[in-house]
């Protein structure tokens, strides 16, 4: 049996049994290799579930909101699986509140061009880290060598070049917040964006108000970023923001050990909420 | 347009550096006390803010103050193991040490965000810490960043003691308290 | 009167030279409107750019006025009319369609808006008509020809070699008279465009009426991430929001996109929220644009331009929902 019919037929038992009370997987979307997002209350619609090489979406987010309705259960990729264990981790849900249907991920692919999606050819953990049960085996897929090669492409600018280069960021950047709204490891309740009486943020457009937000947002997420490249992929212009999210970890990594969120259920803080005290010294 | 390394070779006449200081309550803002108790000169460049621990330190503080105006931002706090919290100023170390390198990804000079640990006793690293930071700001010229204030500049330094006093602002509508 | 294509790019720089002109290019990966300068090559076989044109008429920061107290207590109000003489050349049946819908909000029902007014009256708009439709282009459903906008000044429309020229008001006729040296006399009949993505508005205004608690919202929505990308891709989202910036006696009032997927759109002095969730919210934008705008000004909101459908961070697409509401069987009781 292929991945996509073990899914179908477990989210029709699992809903029939009232083990879970919604399942989460793709379905097929209205243009040729398009998925989309799908939640299903119903056992009846189970056979709209598809799995194929272009389910580009994560799915654990939607966890935090149909998890009112009962238990959850959801098809986890490598991706999804750690953020699935991100939210676990930020007690944001509890391992017993989902049930993971794994599935081994081959790297998906772009719908329109048919390559491989950046993310997942920059993904290190394709299959499953955590999972209730596995439909099919696991998948084989190349691991890049240097997940931080972007960064050092950056790094190796000039100072004046690399101004230039994140401010053509930030002058693209419309501000949907899609990268949030995406992202696993974006769970505050109120977002400091949306907390306009503080006015973190000012409302104008402009390249310093977006500077302000992104690196807001790369702080606020440095430590728990699992990696995922959905803000990248959901950018609708295109921004790279992996490169503003890698270069934490890299950093991480130099100075406080190899780094890398969402691989195990652990109630340890996460590197930049915790501390050494025999850290580096360097404001001395 | 040809990239501009940094604004070194072209600082106005007039210009001087603005630079906001983040004193942690119990040691460097003691410390810059200490300092004014003593009648120690430094530059009249830098503003001190009180923060209650270097702990409280927000990213969002720098990349504001460099949005808003400043060309450099100074960070101070307790040594570590001396923090009034305890740890304060551990996590603060371990923040500061990666959005420090975040800002310098983005092309900010090393100069303009500085990191220190004064103690309260520490007047004297209090003057020095800020005649260095004074000095590298003025080295690197106004900030190289986009930085849209609109219809807004800080008023211009000013030099001397009386100028100082009147740059304090004005009770907005004065007549009309008075009626 | 024909435009041969040889004479397309000097007609451009010659306007250019005057006027500001607005070409759809791609600039630094981002496909939208951009001014023609030096390094700004224009790209007319671009289907459609990712950014609308909105922006030209009703930036997404525009500044409204400045204002500061003197010593002696006395207000001073600065305000900004930053409107010029502009060019759009090559905007598209669909978002000309686009900007009729914004110039109901803007200027009629007993209301202008000086800013969107100016800018307005001081926009040429020289339309392209299509040749080919992308598979999100949707737009002959709603009510769009895609190679013939009847609002646009001056319409171009593609014959092969040259494009057929015909000014459609006084300020197009002047233009196109100024432009004479750059046209030659003839007539030919324009390549048509296979719009092959089609949808069924029949009766979907009507029934939007009895579906204000449908499960076909909750369905929808469940999806949704609430980013704001749609909105602000979307050529007729209009939302606004006024903010300012203070700095001591100083002060400058400027307004600025907003979307109405964010939780703070509605938010009220109070703390309550009428539209607490991403079901209401998507609820209320569908609503508005399919119905709530066509019982306001008698036409859809949605142009069909297909731009949300494409960025949809999550492949949510109201050519689906049309569908949805079409097939959907209102309720004996909500139906009354």
Redesign the interface.
Known sequence: MSAQEIIRARAKELLESGEIATFIGWEA???TN??????ITDAADAGKLVFNEYCA?TLA??VT??LARGKVGLVVRGCDSRAIVRLINDKVIKREDVYLVGVGCPGMKDRKTDEPLKKCTECRHNNPLVFDEMAGENAEKAVPEDRFAEVKE??AM???????????IY??C?????C???CPCCTCREC?V?Q?REN?V????????N??YG??R??HI?DRCIECGECE??C???LPLMK?NR??IQ??ND??GEFESGLVISAEPS???????T?????? | MPVVENNANAIPEDWEPKIIAFCCHWCTYTGADLAGLNRMNYPANVRVLRIPCSGRMNPQYVIEALNKGCDGVLVCGCHPGDCHYVTGNYYARRRMMIFKRLLEYEGLEPGRFQVKWISGAEAGKFRDTVMKAVEDVRALGPINLTREIPYFELPAMPDDDEEAFNAVPEEVFPEEVNA | MLLSKQNLMPLLNSLASDVDVFVPTTIDGVKKFARLADGVEPDFDMINTTMPPKDLLFPQTQKMYHFDVDKNGSYHIHEYDESREQIVFGIRPCDMRSIVCLDEVFLTKGFVDEFYANAREKLLTVSIGCTQAAETCFCTSMGVDPIYAPNADVMLQDTGDAYKVTAQTPKGEAAVSAWSEFLSDGDAEPVNCDVTLKVSMEGVVDKLEGMYDSPIWENLSIKCLNCGTCTYVCPTCHCFDISQENRKKDGVRFRCWDSCMFSEYTAMAGGHNPRPEKLERERNRFMHKLNFFERRYGMSLCVGCGRCVEKCPVALDITRLIDDIGSYEVAPASAE
């Open positions: 979307g209205r243009f398009q998925t989309t997002p799908l939640v979406n987010k939607y909101d149909v950056v790094e000039t100072a004046a070049e690399r101004t230039r280069y994140f401010e053509s002058a693209k419309i501000r949907c917040y899609a949030r709204d995406v400091f949306d306009r973190w000012g409302k104008q457009n402009n390249v310093a108000e500077r302000f690196l807001t790369v702080m440095g992929r959901v609708p212009m295109d503003l270069k934490v950093d991480m100075l406080f590197v930049l909420t915790t501390y050494e005290l850290d580096r010294e360097e404001f001395m």
